[in-house]
């Protein structure tokens, strides 16, 4: 029996390999705002070290007021971490619903292994117990109809 129940609950899909299609759009998303962050502060230190040497500073393109390169990194780490926690939220969705589908798989998995190895045999044994009784009470009253 608990080997019947090992294989039934080691058959069940657990949807382990499977990945949501938001999951690899966040990643590309992730990494495309860690390289945002990483240029802008690559080049504010390059800006800086130009100064250190008392060369000349290329003209540096504003956003406004803002200089490129802090837009990049403010706006790679700031949009990184919002982007974070969407993702955290869609993930704890996400998971809810496969861990609702893969308890119903195994709860499904676990009541055929009980009733095809326990309940069912129990089944036969018992309509065959109920033969049995009602097949000895046939030949009691048969006896005592001789007597």
């Given at each position: 029996?608990?080997?019947?129940?090992?294989?039934?609950?080691?058959?069940?899909?657990?949807?382990?390999?499977?990945?949501?299609w938001?999951?690899r759009?966040?990643?590309?998303?992730?990494i495309?705002?860690v390289?945002?962050?990483?240029?802008g502060?690559v080049?504010?230190?390059?800006?800086q070290?130009?100064?250190?040497?008392?060369?000349?500073?290329?003209?540096?393109?504003?956003?406004g007021?803002?200089?490129?390169p802090?837009?990049?990194?403010?706006?790679?780490?700031?949009?990184?971490?919002?982007l974070?926690?969407?993702s955290?939220?869609?993930?704890?969705?996400?998971?809810?619903?496969?861990?609702?589908r893969?308890?119903h798989r195994l709860?499904?998995?676990v009541?055929?292994?009980i009733?095809?190895k326990?309940?069912?045999?129990?089944?036969?044994?018992?309509?065959?117990?109920?033969y049995?009784?009602?097949?000895?009470a046939?030949?009691?009253?048969?006896?005592?109809?001789?007597?």
């Amino acid at each position: 029996m608990v080997s019947a129940l090992d294989t039934a609950v080691a058959g069940v899909d657990y949807e382990r390999d499977r990945l949501p299609w938001w999951w690899r759009v966040m990643g590309v998303l992730q990494i495309l705002l860690v390289v945002a962050a990483v240029v802008g502060g690559v080049w504010l230190a390059g800006l800086q070290v130009l100064d250190y040497l008392m060369m000349p500073v290329p003209v540096t393109p504003m956003l406004g007021e803002v200089p490129w390169p802090t837009v990049l990194i403010a706006g790679g780490l700031g949009l990184g971490a919002l982007l974070a926690l969407l993702s955290m939220g869609a993930a704890r969705l996400g998971g809810s619903r496969r861990a609702g589908r893969v308890a119903h798989r195994l709860r499904e998995a676990v009541a055929r292994t009980i009733e095809r190895k326990l309940v069912g045999p129990l089944r036969t044994e018992l309509t065959d117990y109920q033969y049995f009784r009602e097949s000895l009470a046939t030949v009691l009253q048969s006896k005592r109809r001789l007597e």
